[in-house]
């Protein structure tokens, strides 16, 4: 079975709409960021305390918000979880008192079974933070690297620019979706950095191979050829690991639920952005270069 | 070497053989009946267990908790003399640390050097030099001598709890990591592990009682922040309880809890904001429970804290209590004290604490106590004092709540004491326990903690599994419909890719995360692609017309820089990863990354093999791909 056997499409002919298409996405996470007030951040970097609680039927929320309300949980946040009977209550940090669960048993009076806690203090939350964004930035610079060294410069401008572009988008999602960020969706975010880097690399491979057996050709014609050749690849990679991370997002479990999502929105960005903004962006800083020699 | 089909068979042969080694631990423990467990002698059992696959505690159900001592804290007690200016020098120096995510140690000498403070004042004993720079050096000895003890002393707490190897690590310079795989009750982990173990015996300064109250109370009048409740709902209807009920308490089972509808009158609390709340109740003065959070905060108020007398504080009894207020309802209260800041004894001079159930004949028959006996200091400090204080009231005071406080009936010779007033036996032990194992060198704070519920561990393997599984049949079917004989290869590789991931997790001794599985998930889905990319660059070649051998040559050549490249770049977020997440990232990027460097042998080498097999001694006309 060939599903793209000798394609023929501009790619690069349609970079502009693709270029359109991807400001829109970008101004909209960032416009949606903005309005919230950035990300919206979970316990692991804002500090905080959130627990897992199972019941035996349904639960009621609206009377279950009232009844830890009236016993000191005013600020906390209650949503099902997963099932009906699962809730997940997000409160304040709470480690250095030690007397939640008797707490919560005594303001919610019915039975229920503790499944998660977890409970980050506000310190440790601000570490977690530029821990996170120091692996970002650092995976960022040490690929830059990398790539430059193995290609060169412009590639490296192409590649980062697309995984700026990834992150950006798939944040965006998560605000536009009020999905919270914590620790394991930015794990997800790296994995998508190395998802959507691998796909761009093979691109970019096969562009330098083709400038030196096509060194007549344009620029324009190399990329364009290059990106029809890869195609097949890009495809069928795409859509075995879409596959497996659908089937963790859909049979995973709760908690793992978001984790797979971002992995999701990633593979399609990621996809996209080796196809429609690493090679532009790559020309881009080529074809500028070149002009002022 | 490698054109030799013999060697790369053998070697081959041989990873396999190493992954089948490495995996069979593994097998065994999981496959393994309760019963032929049990009969297993303990160093076979630890033995297989090191060797198999570690659960992470988010699927076996645990706790992970850290732990920061309070080094401020500590530097505070280790100053022999406590001036005001030295205090709030450390003060600021913590906060600064705090806001500015530094160390504290550096803050304090850049604040004493800035204020001209000379620490050897302090700190005689500590330094020989005595500028503040060794000064400084010497607190982070103390501080590190303080977190090793603390670790030793958390390691003994939670030893006598009874946890199947529990994992405790000093984390950084001041913190330490608790890992209490299966655990049951998180709560009384969590109090055992935080209790510094301060045990004190006090004097209740009843004497003092009114006039503090009265204080208090004109505080609160006189503050802006504060207002009287509102007269609007001033019923007097409403049941005040009666003091001190002298009815028999078996009759509280049946009776009702109506500490919920007893409210203080609002006229009351318009003249008394504070003492309007305690009623004389059995055993002393009290709060009923749904008023107690509220006197709780008052007693918090700076303002308030700031007119009680400096030789005492309030302190709480360490549990609620029920009394009956008529024949069919009852009241849940917290009983209140004024104890003296200068403890008689304290717990240094303590030894021998054992947790028993009272023998019969005394008034405490049938309940768990702790016996305990002190030093000879404690001993003589001990009959002094209760010689002098007869008729008076001695609070037992551990953790800052106070467990009993009994009248001396006269003077206590030879230190033997008990203490009674725990709420169960887990309680009583627990004391014991940590009394025997010593008290903090510094208080230790619960900064994170993760706990899973062992049921919701199990969901989770078991989701993981058939995501897992999900995933790899639909990849393994695409293959073969896509590339048929070759995507079979392919599939084969596959399969060897996972079984390898897993040796080499066992093989680290590494532990299986949740966040783990998914990158094994995850691993299925991107192993293939070195595949896809050398079938797809094979299907080009062939397009140009080459022979199935010289297309399946250039395949593979060309191909390899590609996933070279491509899978180095995927490994630096890996790594960058490992490196700085902790726990579950880690064991998510530790398989990634496994799954990856597994990838190039499985997916380059061991198909390269099999088509070289295939095309060893017949040219192949076709190609199934």
Not at chain 1, 101 to 120: D, G, H, M, P, W
């Amino acid at each position: 079975m060939r599903l793209f056997n000798k394609t023929n499409i501009d790619f690069v002919g349609k970079s502009n709409i693709a270029k359109f298409l991807s400001m829109a996405l970008i101004i909209a996470g960032l416009a949606s960021l903005a309005l919230k007030g950035g990300p919206e951040l979970s316990i692991d970097f804002t500090g905080g305390t959130i627990a897992q609680l199972q019941f035996d039927s349904a639960v009621d929320i609206g009377e279950l918000r009232a009844k830890l309300a009236e016993n000191g949980f005013e600020s906390s946040e209650i949503i099902t979880f997963g099932s009906p009977n699962e809730v997940l209550i997000k409160t304040q940090f709470s480690g250095a008192n030690s007397e939640l669960e008797s707490n919560l048993r005594t303001a919610i009076k019915s039975e229920f079974q503790v499944r998660r806690v977890e409970s980050v203090g506000p310190k440790i939350g601000k570490e977690l933070q530029s821990d996170a964004l120091s692996a970002i930035l650092l995976s960022l610079l040490l690929i830059l690297i990398y790539i430059s060294f193995r290609f060169d410069r412009f590639y490296a401008y192409g590649a980062v620019v697309a995984l700026i572009h990834d992150v950006l988008i798939t944040m965006g999602v998560f605000s536009l979706l009020s999905i919270e960020i914590d620790l394991t969706i930015v794990a997800a975010f790296l994995t998508i950095v190395g998802y959507s880097l691998n796909d761009t690399i093979v691109v970019f491979d096969r562009i330098r191979e083709n400038v030196i057996k096509h060194a007549r050709e344009s620029l324009d014609t190399i990329v364009n050829i290059s990106l029809n050749s890869t195609l097949g690849r890009t495809i069928v990679t795409s859509l075995t690991t879409f596959v497996v991370v659908l089937s963790l997002f859909l049979f995973g479990g709760e908690v793992i639920k978001n984790f797979a999502f971002a992995l999701i929105v990633g593979i399609f960005v990621g996809t996209y952005s080796s196809i429609y903004v690493a090679s532009p962006v790559m020309m881009y800083f080529e074809k500028k270069v070149a002009a002022k020699k | 070497m490698f054109r030799d089909l013999k060697v790369r068979g053998f070697l081959i042969f041989l990873v396999v053989l190493a992954a089948g080694y490495k995996i069979y631990p593994t097998y065994q423990y999981y496959t393994m009946s309760d019963e032929s467990k049990a009969k297993m002698s303990n160093g076979d059992m630890k033995k297989l267990r090191s060797d198999a696959i570690n659960l992470g505690l988010d699927l076996q159900g645990g706790m992970y908790v850290l732990l920061e001592a309070e080094i401020p804290t500590l530097v505070r007690k280790l100053a022999s003399k406590k001036p005001d200016e030295l205090m709030k020098t450390i003060t600021d120096a913590e906060q600064r640390a705090t806001n500015l995510q530094t160390d504290f140690f550096d803050e304090f000498e850049t604040l004493a050097n800035k204020r001209e403070l000379r620490l050897i004042r302090y700190y005689t004993n500590l330094s020989t030099s005595r500028d503040n720079g060794s000064v400084i050096s010497a607190l982070k000895l103390q501080r590190d001598d303080a977190v090793s003890s603390a670790l030793e002393i958390i390691r003994n707490r939670v030893d006598e709890f009874g946890v199947a190897e529990p994992n405790i690590q000093k984390y950084g310079k001041n913190r330490i990591i608790v890992e209490l795989a299966g655990i049951d009750d998180a709560d009384r982990a969590r109090k055992l592990i935080q209790r510094t173990a301060s045990l004190e015996f006090t004097l209740v300064m009843n004497e003092k009682l009114q006039s503090t109250l009265e204080k208090i109370d004109a505080t609160l009048l006189a503050a802006d922040d504060f207002k009287t409740p509102v007269d609007a709902e001033d019923d007097e209807d409403k049941d005040e309880p009666t003091d001190a009920v002298d009815d028999i308490f078996s009759e509280l089972d049946n009776a009702t809890d109506v500490s919920d509808i007893i409210s203080t009158p609002v006229h009351i609390l318009k003249e008394s904001p504070f003492s309007g709340y305690l009623r004389g109740l059995p055993g002393g003065v009290g709060v009923v429970s749904n008023e107690y959070n509220k006197v709780k905060s008052l007693l918090e108020r700076e303002d308030v804290q700031s007119v009680i007398p400096r030789d005492g504080r309030f302190l709480w009894a360490s549990k609620f209590e029920k009394t009956p207020i008529d024949e069919s309802n009852f009241v849940e209260y917290r009983l209140l004290y004024f104890v003296r800041n200068n403890p008689e004894i304290s717990g240094g001079m303590v030894k021998n604490p054992q947790a028993t159930i009272a023998s019969a004949g005394t008034d405490v028959s049938g309940q768990w106590v702790v016996n305990l006996e002190m030093t000879p200091e404690g001993a003589r400090k001990w009959s002094r004092f209760t010689g002098a204080n007869i008729d008076k009231q001695v609070a037992i005071v551990l953790d800052e709540k106070i467990f009993m406080a009994p009248f001396i009936r006269g003077k206590i010779p030879g230190g033997r004491t008990q203490i009674s007033g725990f709420a169960d036996a887990n309680e009583a032990k627990d004391i014991s326990n940590v009394l025997r194992a010593g008290e903090l060198p510094a208080p230790v704070y619960i900064i994170e903690e993760r706990t899973v519920g062992p049921s919701l561990g199990s969901d989770s393997i078991t989701s993981g599994r058939q995501a897992m599984l999900v995933g790899f049949i639909i990849v393994l079917i695409f293959m073969v419909l896509y590339y048929q004989g070759s995507g079979l290869i392919a599939n084969i590789a596959l399969i060897l890719n996972l079984v390898i991931v897993i040796a080499i997790l066992a093989g680290m001794n590494a532990t299986l995360t949740l966040p783990g599985i998914a990158g094994l998930i995850l691993t299925i889905g991107m192993a293939v692609d070195a595949n896809v990319i050398i079938f797809e660059r094979i299907r080009e070649e062939l397009d140009l017309g080459k022979t199935v051998k010289a297309a399946i040559d250039a395949g593979y050549q060309r191909a390899f820089i590609t996933i070279l490249d491509a899978n180095i770049t995927t490994l630096i977020a890996a790594f960058v990863l490992a490196w700085i997440g902790s726990g579950p990232i880690k064991g998510f990027a530790i398989t990634l990354s496994a799954g990856i460097i597994c990838s190039m042998f499985t997916a380059v080498f061991v198909t390269r093999t099999v088509f070289m097999m295939m095309t060893a001694n017949k040219p192949l006309e076709k190609l199934s791909i």
